[in-house]
């Protein structure tokens, strides 16, 4: 069955520096790659969706890759702050006759002052 | 200004007692989701609605219903909720297809079963 796979440890880092999430995915081959961010207690947030056909994409201090061959998508955050603390999910939709959206467990980003 | 609002946001039910999440949204999308999501996990796919085309995921337990009664609207219905059912429910819209299922998530409705 379709996978998607994140790391699921915290990534801990120190403010002005830049994050790097990877996603992973497995038995499919999406058309669109989208990430999420999710804070504590709340539903997630819609951040980026990158084509198969665009290596990266980037929005303000956000960038995304993606590798079709490698079947990965990495997300960037640059001079991380504080308030970037969060989980960030990775999702595709799957073309099945419906179009649903799968998520990744996500993984947990400290930003330390 | 809310575009997918959940209702209520904390839910407590006793073990067996039939419970009822609501979700509405005025963003007027075609697709609404319901997923479950427990801590530290993926947010999983129960059932979703294409306009009034309803797909049930595979492993959605049958004690999980849904409704859809309009556009705007739609229900989660657990028949006999169990300890196992304790977890944050979301419910997201998206317009549609390939490009168009950037998701719109609600804040959730937490469910504790005591």
């Known amino acids: 069955s379709q996978k998607i796979e994140q790391n699921s440890e915290a990534l801990n880092i120190q403010e002005g520096k830049t994050a790097t999430l990877t996603c992973n995915y497995t038995n499919y081959s999406p058309a669109y790659l989208q990430w999420y961010r999710q804070d504590p207690g709340r539903g997630p947030v819609f951040l980026l969706l990158i084509r198969e056909n665009e290596k990266e994409k980037r929005k303000e201090r956000l960038k995304v890759t993606f590798d079709t061959t490698l079947k990965q998508s990495l997300f960037h955050i640059t001079a991380s702050q504080p308030a970037d603390s969060a989980t960030y999910l990775c999702a595709f939709s799957l073309n099945t006759g419906f179009q649903k959206l799968v998520f990744g467990t996500g993984t947990r980003l400290l930003v330390s002052p | 200004d809310a575009m997918v609002i959940q209702n209520p946001r904390y839910q407590v039910t006793q073990f067996g007692k039939p419970v009822t999440l609501s979700c509405s949204q005025t963003l007027n999308h075609n697709v609404m989701y319901w997923y479950q999501q427990k801590s530290s996990q993926a947010p999983k796919l129960l059932f979703h609605?294409?306009?009034?085309?309803?797909?049930n995921e595979a492993d959605t337990p049958d004690n999980f219903q849904s409704r859809r009664p309009n556009t705007s609207f739609c229900f989660l219905d657990i028949r006999s909720p169990g300890l196992g059912d304790a977890a944050m429910y979301l419910c997201?819209?998206?317009?549609?297809?390939?490009?168009?299922?950037?998701?719109?998530f609600g804040q959730g409705t937490r469910l504790t079963v005591v």
């Open positions: 997201a819209t998206s317009r549609g297809t390939g490009e168009n299922t950037e998701a719109f």
């Open positions: 609605y294409y306009d009034k085309d309803f797909n």
